[in-house]
């Protein structure tokens, strides 16, 4: 089963900044969408808007709309307004994307694990972050390991929160916790 891959704004946005959106479109080549949620968010900074939209127009990335009147509506409404006890209310993208991603049965990419890790362990979902991704490029061969610490340098540099330092420390990481 070919999953798609949902991503909330810091994800997406993470690849956008460095201009090496063409990693994800390599490895998710037509199973990449975004919720409008995520859009609108990007849509506020002009240069990810025309990014995103470059990418939207292309059909290399689907916009998803939630119907606030379904069983996916409702839950994100609570994940965003009154989530249960023991879960943190969290923002407008991330919610949509796991919502989506629960729907769809697909994989969320999103950075933002302490807000997100209950709810992909409640309903069981694939999840990807932006390091994470960056392996698999590596691993498929789209990267070599110099590259990638160059991106992950740029990342940084471009306020994106990474775990490690370097590409080759997450490497490491990586294969030792593999």
């Not at 989506?100 to 309903?123: A, E, W």
């Amino acid at each position: 089963m070919i999953e798609p891959l949902f991503l909330d704004t810091d994800c997406l946005s993470t690849f956008l900044v460095v201009r090496k959106e063409n990693l994800m479109l390599q490895l998710y080549n037509g199973r990449i969408g975004i919720p409008k949620q995520v859009y609108k968010e990007l849509e506020k900074v002009s240069f990810l808007k025309s990014r995103v939209d470059s990418l939207i127009n292309s059909k290399r990335v689907l916009v998803y709309h939630l119907d606030i009147n379904t069983e996916s509506g409702a839950l994100y409404l609570k994940m965003t307004k009154n989530p249960d006890v023991g879960f943190k209310l969290i923002g407008s993208g991330e919610a949509a994307a796991i919502v989506l991603t629960k729907q769809y049965n697909g994989i969320l990419g999103s950075n933002n694990m302490r807000d997100i890790i209950p709810y992909i362990q409640l309903f069981g979902l694939k999840h990807r972050t932006s390091a994470d991704i960056m392996v698999e490029a590596f691993e498929q061969n789209l990267i070599g390991e110099g590259q990638g610490n160059t991106i992950w340098r740029e990342m940084l540099d471009r306020n994106r929160k990474l775990p490690t330092n370097t590409f080759t420390e997450f490497l490491n990481k990586y294969k030792h916790d593999k």
